[in-house]
C-alpha cells in the first residue's frame, strides 16, 4: 500500500495492477516505435511524441487516481452499507431473541404455574384417596364384625325405608308377640298385614367363596353358603312369619347388589325355597321398588277408608255451591233493583236540572216578566 497525493493506493487490488501493465505496454510500444522507425526524424518530432506519451501517460495516471478514489469511495460505501446492515441484522436477531427469550420466559412460567396447580390438584386427590382408603378399611372392619354388620344393613334399610313410605307406615326394631324383634315392621292393613323386613344376612360365607383360590376352596365356600343361605331362610320364616299378627310373608334385606345378584346367578336353588318358605330376597334396588308398590297399596287402602268422609264432604261441597247460586240470584236483582232505582234518580235529576236553568233564566224587570214566570210554571 503506497500514498500518492492524498490518496492510498492499495498495490494489491486486481484494478491498480491492471492500470499499471497497461502504462508498462504503453511505453514498451512508443521504444520500440522510435527504434523501428526506417527514417531519422528530427528531434523535436521525438521530443512531440515523448511529450505525448508523456500526457497520455498523465491522462492514463490522472484515471488511475479517479479509478482508484472511486474504487476506495465504492469500498468506503461498500463497507459503510455493509457495517450499517450488519449493525440492522445484529439488531434485528437482539430483538428477535428478546421477543422469543421472553415468550419462552412466559410460557416456561406458565408451565410452572399449571403445574403447581396439577400438584395441588394431585395432592388434593391423594388427600381424598387417604380418606376413601380409611372409610374402606372402615367399613372393612364394620363388615366383618357381625353385630356391626347387622347395624350398618339397619341403617341402610332404614335410608331406603324413610324415603319410600311415610313415617305413620313404619315401626324400627318392633317387637312381635313371639318376643321376637324386627328390624323393620311395615305397617300395612290386613290382609296382607304388617310385613318384617330383616336385615342380618350372614356375609361369612360370601366372603369366602369371594376369597376362594382353588377348585376345593371354591366348592367349600359354595357349600358354607348354600347352608348358611338356608338356615338364614329359616329362621325368618319361623321368627317373622306369624299368623294373624303379621303377613303372610317376609323380606330378606341383603345390603349389597353383588351378593343379590350372585345368589341369583349361582344359587337359584336357594331362592326358589325362599319363594316356598314365603321368604321374598331384596336388594335395594328391589327393596326401594318393593317399598314403592306397598306405598301405593297403602294409598289406596287409606282412600278407601277414606271414601266415605269424601263423600259427605262432596255432598257438604255441592250444598255450599247451590246455596252460593241463590245469594247470587238475590245479589242480580238486587243489583237490577238498584240499575232502575239508579234510573229514576237520573229522571229526577234531569228534571231538577231544567227546572234550575229555567230561573237562571228570569227577568226580574217588571210585572211582565213576573206573569210570564207564572205562566211558565203552570205550564
Known amino acids: 500500500m503506497i500514498t500518492i497525493g492524498t490518496h492510498v493506493v492499495d498495490l494489491s487490488d486486481p484494478v491498480v495492477w491492471a492500470i499499471g501493465l497497461a502504462l508498462v505496454f504503453v511505453v514498451i510500444f512508443l521504444w520500440m516505435q522510435m527504434r523501428s522507425s526506417r527514417a531519422v526524424e528530427?528531434?523535436?518530432?521525438?521530443?512531440?511524441?515523448?511529450?505525448?506519451?508523456?500526457?497520455?501517460?498523465?491522462?492514463?495516471?490522472?484515471?488511475?487516481?479517479?479509478?482508484?478514489?472511486?474504487?476506495?469511495?465504492?469500498?468506503?460505501?461498500?463497507?459503510?452499507?455493509?457495517?450499517?446492515?450488519?449493525?440492522?441484522?445484529?439488531?434485528?436477531?437482539?430483538?428477535a431473541l428478546g421477543e422469543t427469550v421472553g415468550r419462552s420466559s412466559q410460557r416456561t412460567a406458565q408451565s410452572l404455574g399449571d403445574l403447581q396447580q396439577r400438584l395441588q390438584s394431585i395432592d388434593r386427590a391423594q388427600t381424598r384417596i387417604e380418606k376413601l382408603s380409611a372409610d374402606v378399611l372402615g367399613l372393612q372392619d364394620i363388615l366383618s364384625n357381625k353385630q356391626t354388620r347387622g347395624a350398618f344393613g339397619e341403617i341402610q334399610l332404614r335410608e331406603i325405608v324413610t324415603r319410600a313410605l311415610p313415617p305413620d307406615a313404619v315401626n324400627f326394631q318392633a317387637t312381635l308377640s313371639n318376643n321376637m324383634r324386627a328390624d323393620c315392621l311395615i305397617l300395612m292393613p290386613h290382609p296382607p298385614g304388617p310385613i318384617v323386613i330383616d336385615a342380618k344376612f350372614p356375609l361369612e360365607a360370601y366372603e369366602a367363596l369371594m376369597a376362594a383360590g382353588t377348585p376345593a376352596e371354591t366348592n367349600e365356600a359354595?357349600?358354607?353358603?348354600?347352608?348358611?343361605?338356608r338356615a338364614h331362610i329359616k329362621a325368618i320364616s319361623e321368627k317373622y312369619i306369624i299368623e294373624g299378627e303379621t303377613a303372610e310373608g317376609a323380606l330378606m334385606f341383603l345390603p349389597s347388589e353383588a351378593v343379590y345378584a350372585e345368589l341369583h346367578a349361582r344359587f337359584a336353588d336357594l331362592v326358589r325355597e325362599g319363594f316356598d318358605q314365603r321368604v321374598w330376597i331384596v336388594s335395594p334396588t328391589t327393596c326401594m321398588a318393593t317399598l314403592h308398590t306397598l306405598r301405593a297399596v297403602?294409598?289406596?287402602?287409606?282412600?278407601?277408608?277414606?271414601?266415605?268422609?269424601?263423600?259427605?264432604?262432596?255432598?257438604?261441597?255441592?250444598?255450599?255451591?247451590?246455596?252460593?247460586?241463590?245469594?247470587?240470584?238475590?245479589?242480580?236483582?238486587?243489583?237490577?233493583?238498584?240499575?232502575?232505582?239508579?234510573a229514576e234518580i237520573r229522571i229526577s235529576a234531569d228534571?231538577?236540572?231544567?227546572?234550575?236553568?229555567?230561573?237562571e233564566a228570569v227577568d226580574f224587570a217588571g210585572p211582565e216578566a213576573d206573569d210570564a214566570v207564572l205562566a211558565r210554571g203552570r205550564s
Not at 351 to 359: D, E, I, N, P, S
Open 42 to 95: 528530427p528531434l523535436g518530432r521525438h521530443l512531440q511524441d515523448l511529450e505525448a506519451a508523456v500526457r497520455a501517460l498523465n491522462d492514463g495516471q490522472n484515471q488511475l487516481y479517479g479509478g482508484i478514489s472511486n474504487v476506495a469511495e465504492t469500498q468506503s460505501s461498500a463497507q459503510i452499507r455493509l457495517s450499517e446492515a450488519i449493525e440492522r441484522r445484529l439488531g434485528d436477531v437482539s430483538q
Open 222 to 229: 359354595r357349600r358354607m353358603m348354600r347352608t348358611s343361605v
Open 298 to 342: 297403602l294409598k289406596d287402602t287409606r282412600l278407601r277408608a277414606e271414601a266415605h268422609n269424601i263423600r259427605r264432604e262432596l255432598g257438604l261441597l255441592h250444598r255450599d255451591v247451590e246455596r252460593i247460586v241463590t245469594r247470587i240470584g238475590n245479589l242480580e236483582r238486587h243489583f237490577e233493583q238498584a240499575q232502575k232505582d239508579v
Open 351 to 359: 228534571k231538577v236540572t231544567g227546572r234550575a236553568r229555567r230561573l
